[in-house]
């Protein structure tokens, strides 16, 4: 397809359980952001990658929060021994560039509901 | 550093009237300000984007946003709102510091329209 595609689009996990969020970007695009997005708020920056070196981690919220681009395309957002509070939109981004103003495009975005 | 206001949390306007959204900005460079719209269960997608050039930007579906540097504002308006208009509108502000153009993201306003 042409656009960011994330999978799944919705999860379920019971406290205590690892998760796994996935990102397609724009095939070619430099640029890859994770975004966490909770209920009536606005996105909030997680972390970014370039190709597949991870360039800025200052969002993640704590450690259990890790993410992988390992060959610069396809990428996963993994969040260990899940809390409530990481109930939230996750929402993947990506930019035909690097260090550029240029426009981002949003997949779809996978909702984590952890019970 | 950077930082957005969105100053409604809430805007609702009847059909066939003006819309007003309405955003300030604080950034210690010459920032990039993007404007997105999120339609329930679907990506956000792109309104328009002041890169620097013209201050007053035309976007998609009639929408258009006025760059005033004196104001530090980016509002964005619309001659005559549409039933399809309704959805979260998010402001952006993007700017070098860092060297990553790490966008921030103001907690959205919600348009209503009343037929």
Same mark, same amino acid.
């Given at each position: 397809?042409?656009?960011?595609?994330?999978?799944?689009?919705?999860?379920?996990?019971?406290?205590?359980?690892?998760?796994? %969020?996935?990102?397609?970007?724009?095939?070619?695009?430099?640029s %890859?952001?994770?975004?966490?997005?909770?209920l009536?708020?606005?996105?909030?920056?997680?972390?970014?990658?370039?190709?597949?070196?991870?360039?800025?981690k200052?969002?993640?919220?704590?450690?259990?929060?890790?993410?992988?681009?390992?060959?610069?395309?396809?990428?996963?957002?993994?969040?260990?021994?899940?809390?409530?509070?990481?109930?939230?939109?996750?929402?993947?981004?990506?930019?035909?560039?690097?260090?550029?103003?240029?426009?981002?495009f949003?997949g779809?975005?996978?909702?984590l509901?952890?019970? | 550093? /950077?930082?957005?206001?969105?100053? $409604?949390?809430?805007?609702?306007?009847?059909?066939?009237t003006?819309?007003?959204?309405?955003? #300030?900005?604080?950034?210690?460079?010459?920032?990039? *300000?993007?404007? +997105? !719209? /999120?339609?329930? #269960? &679907?990506?956000? /997608?792109?309104?328009? &984007?002041?890169? @620097?050039?013209?201050? *007053?930007? &035309?976007?998609? #579906?009639?929408?258009?946003?006025?760059?005033?540097? @004196?104001?530090t504002?980016?509002? *964005?308006?619309?001659?005559?709102?549409?039933?399809? $208009?309704?959805?979260? +509108?998010?402001?952006? !502000?993007? $700017?070098?510091?860092?060297?990553?153009?790490?966008?921030?993201?103001?907690?959205?306003?919600?348009?209503?329209?009343?037929?």
């Amino acid at each position: 397809g042409a656009g960011v595609s994330q999978s799944p689009r919705y999860k379920v996990a019971k406290r205590g359980q690892d998760v796994a %969020l996935r990102c397609d970007p724009i095939s070619g695009h430099v640029s %890859l952001f994770w975004y966490q997005q909770a209920l009536g708020q606005g996105p909030e920056f997680l972390t970014y990658f370039q190709n597949e070196a991870q360039l800025d981690k200052s969002g993640l919220p704590s450690d259990r929060f890790f993410a992988e681009r390992p060959e610069g395309s396809v990428s996963t957002l993994k969040i260990q021994r899940t809390q409530q509070e990481d109930s939230a939109v996750y929402l993947c981004a990506s930019k035909l560039r690097g260090a550029s103003d240029n426009e981002q495009f949003f997949g779809p975005g996978t909702r984590l509901t952890v019970l | 550093a /950077q930082s957005v206001t969105q100053l $409604d949390s809430h805007v609702s306007v009847s059909e066939g009237t003006p819309v007003l959204l309405r955003c #300030n900005y604080s950034s210690s460079y010459s920032p990039s *300000l993007f404007w +997105y !719209v /999120q339609h329930p #269960n &679907k990506g956000l /997608q792109l309104l328009l &984007k002041y890169t @620097s050039a013209a201050t *007053l930007v &035309k976007g998609i #579906n009639g929408f258009e946003a006025e760059f005033k540097k @004196s104001e530090t504002s980016f509002h *964005l308006t619309k001659p005559s709102a549409h039933m399809s $208009d309704a959805a979260e +509108y998010f402001c952006v !502000v993007s $700017d070098p510091s860092g060297g990553s153009y790490i966008p921030t993201f103001g907690r959205g306003t919600s348009l209503i329209v009343h037929p």
